[in-house]
């Protein structure tokens, strides 16, 4: 017996409510209020301001990159809260030399735009495969049943809106880039 239009409707707002509030419970624990640190570590494999500013994330296990306004200020920041060693003895694997300055902060909105959208278009991914291969067995089990071969072309219409949606998150930070940039 196939689940009515009301039930089917509250188990939808039901997975939206319960996605929601893990997603606002996940973000609301990353956003503790700290003391704001004039330094953040590259999380991207590359952070691409243009017109030559590029930073990229050292690969080299146990490394990582470093964005501040200066190598002294990161290295005082990095040290002051205990997440990594400081850059003093790797002073060339540690340090974006194009992020000095007044463009740092820029390289780490950048990066945390990236990073986030990332994560937005794995999830949508794996969403769009799901319903591309529900809209496609009920298209397929439909038995000649017009009504359901409309529910499925309909569930693979929203699979596609949310592949385009995925696809736009990936563009969102080169949109950013240039209207910030400009």
Do not use: H
């Not at 009920?138 to 359901?148: C, E, M």
Request: hydrophobic fraction near 50%.
């Amino acid at each position: 017996m196939f689940i009515g239009q009301f039930q089917r409707k509250f188990f939808i707002y039901l997975f939206l409510f319960v996605l929601i509030n893990i997603l606002i419970i996940f973000f609301s624990v990353k956003a503790q209020p700290v003391k704001v640190k004039e330094c953040c570590i590259l999380k991207s494999n590359k952070v691409d301001l243009g017109n030559g500013l590029v930073c990229y994330k050292v690969t080299t296990p146990g490394k990582y990159t470093l964005i501040a306004p200066s190598r002294g200020q990161g290295t005082e920041c990095v040290s002051l809260s205990n997440e990594r060693p400081t850059c003093e003895n790797e002073p060339n694997n540690c340090y974006c030399l194009n992020a000095s300055g007044s463009v740092w902060a820029t390289f780490c909105l950048i990066d945390s735009i990236q990073n986030a959208t990332n994560w937005i278009f794995y999830i949508l991914s794996v969403i769009v495969a799901l319903l591309a291969i529900y809209g496609a067995f009920v298209i397929t089990t439909a038995a000649g049943d017009p009504n359901k071969v409309t529910s499925g072309r309909q569930i693979l219409t929203f699979a596609l809106i949310g592949l385009a949606i995925a696809l736009f998150s990936k563009f969102l930070p080169a949109i950013v880039r240039f209207f910030i940039m400009r």
